[in-house]
């Protein structure tokens, strides 16, 4: 039982990290919490499921859940770019500081998050809306998935030229745009990832969980951001680490007569990391005031 | 040397003169108000206006006058309306007989006391971590929580806290304290809400004269509080703290302290919200969601961060608005609108978030800014 707990865990730890990632990656570049990510991850789910609804069953599995997958991708990307160009690019335009300075974007970012989330009440109705049932058992496909985008993650961050602008423009804004980096079009390109990472983990969630509907987000999205801060925001490998102890956390907890106690749970290892360690477990320990 | 005297008693007679007539004002409409609004739905409008402007105004302290920013107010409310239901049911089965006003002179004053040191508690509980965090993480704690009071209310039910306790009987000590907290958590009612000990519903003491005259008292105490010395030295805080803790404001304690008035405030509307006349008999957690304490940042934001005026229009204003999509909504013109599954309230929500982004993006201080409403032409102050 504890072995079988241990591996639903790590599938459901796989995907929250791959949530998580969005968090932290934009976190990185923006230094802001982007809550509209988790209805991001929702809309990526309703994105899957119409295409792979529309063509299930005239070819392959394999097929309609890349199909699906690409999809949800797709229009995540588009939605993140969006909503960075309409939501968050005025103010930063305008610049930082000035009495509201933290605030603003702060109500930005929850305004959007519950924008999304009553649009897609609104289109697609409150109801939940079942996903095809594509694989017997799909635990093994998430978990392989999941841990392949990340190694390509790992591949776009560490070796390619985007990935160093990402990492300059994280480390030091000021210098980046400097050296001849687009500051804006390397933001644009970190939400379009962030969310697209966001669609592949909404895809995989569904074929588990195996049904989509408006509010999807908030409870996932909460356990991505706080396997982002227990990892360390901003840190790659501390969203993946934080994922994965997330989950089996999760999973173990249901073992409990507390089994409907996990969203508590998680709420108060968020309390607790950011009272203990703001940093997370492997962010960086210089003083960063949060 | 008499003009004098006269002049002196006659300031001092007008001292008193505004709250006596204040209160006879109340006292009568407490006894009229039916006469005059005889639709208790309407009734119940004016109450729960009275209500959301006292967690508007109350939210202000943390989100416009100290620079903080909580998205959990809703949780301050949750834990008032709960402890004044409790406290206020409880009372009248000792007092026996039927809710009067003469008896809510006693069951009032004690269940909002209690309502408000509970509630104040965790705003000090809430304020410390405020100290280290700062925006978005002091917002996601306060979220935290919210949401952590509303899932343990609402998943403690009859039941879970039985075998729950028996699982953890092992444990000595810590086993039977879990025990005893999860049984009593399951008295509350879980997701059903709380409809008093026997679940016969909660006795609504607070009349009008509660409902407008606390409310009132608290905007008035909220307003001088922004011109105080404190309000002063929590707005120095705001613009640039290392400067106002140069000139001797000390950080910690006004900040844990907004909290703690913040939650207290909070603590009274929820207080009030539980037991009001035209109100329901049951307290539900489903009430202060994350959606609650949206409302009442919106509420907060649209008025302008920082005024108390604002505050209160923008309490009163989403509230009207909330009400008034109810009765659109189920008004019979909608029949077909609503068969197609149509939601409302999610427009409204949709409506509301523009309109913060809007705001957020061309004018981030609110309409009023940190301006009040006055009559006259006082100069503004501070």
Known sequence: MLFQALVTGFAQGAMIALVALGYTMVFGVLKMINFAHSEVFMIAAYAGLFV???IAGRSSPVVVAVAGVVAAMGAAAVLGVLIERVA????????????????????????VSVLLQNVAQLLFTARYRNYPRLFDNPRPVIVAAALLTMVLLEGIVKFTWFGKAMRALSSNEEAARLMGIRTSRVIAKTFALGSS?????????????????????????????????LGGIGSISGAMLGGLLIGILGELVKLTPYSGGVDVLV????????LVRPAGLLGSTRAEKV | MTAEVTAGLSKRFGKFLVPLVGVVALLGLDLLLDRVVPDSSLRQLLAMTACNVLVAVSLNVINGMAGQFSIGHAGFVGIGAYTSAIVASHLHGALGGEVSLVKSFVVVPLALVASATFAGLFGFLVGLPSLRLKGDYLAIVTLGFAE??????????????????AAWRAVRGLGSL???????????????????????????????FWVFGVTALLCVAAWRLKFSGWGR???????????????????????????????????????????????????????????ASFDAVTMVILGGSGSVTGAMLGGAFVTLSIKAIEWVQSSPLLEGLRSEGFDLNALRMIVYAAILIALMILRPEGLLGERELRWGSKEQPG
Do not use: W
Not at chain 2, 259 to 278: E, N, P, Q, S, T
């Open chain 1, 197 to 229: 990472l966001a669609a592949i983990g909404a895809v995989l969630y569904c074929f588990d969980q195996s049904s989509a509907y408006p509010t999807m987000g908030f409870k996932i999205g909460t356990q991505a951001f706080v396997a982002a801060v």
């Open chain 1, 267 to 274: 709420f108060l290892v968020l309390i607790g990391v950011l």
């Open chain 2, 178 to 208: 879990l025990h005893a907290v999860s049984v009593s958590l399951s008295s509350l009612g879980g997701q059903m809400g709380y409809s008093g000990p026997a679940s016969d519903g909660v006795p609504l003491y607070a009349g009008p």
């Open chain 1, 52 to 54: 792979m609804v529309g």
């Open chain 2, 233 to 291: 030295a929590l707005r120095a805080l705001r613009e640039d703290e290392i400067a106002a803790a140069a000139v001797g404001v000390d950080p910690t304690r006004y900040k844990v302290t907004s909290f703690v008035l913040a939650a207290v405030g909070a603590g009274v509307a929820g207080g009030l919200l539980g037991i009001m006349r035209d109100g329901a008999p049951s307290v539900q957690p489903d009430n202060f969601n994350f959606q």
């Open chain 1, 88 to 111: 968050y690019r005025p103010l930063r335009l305008r610049g930082k500081g000035g009495k509201l300075g933290r605030v603003t974007p702060l109500v930005t970012a929850i305004g």
């Open chain 2, 148 to 165: 952590i009071f509303r899932l343990v209310i609402s998943s403690a039910q009859i039941g879970t806290g039985e075998t729950a306790g």
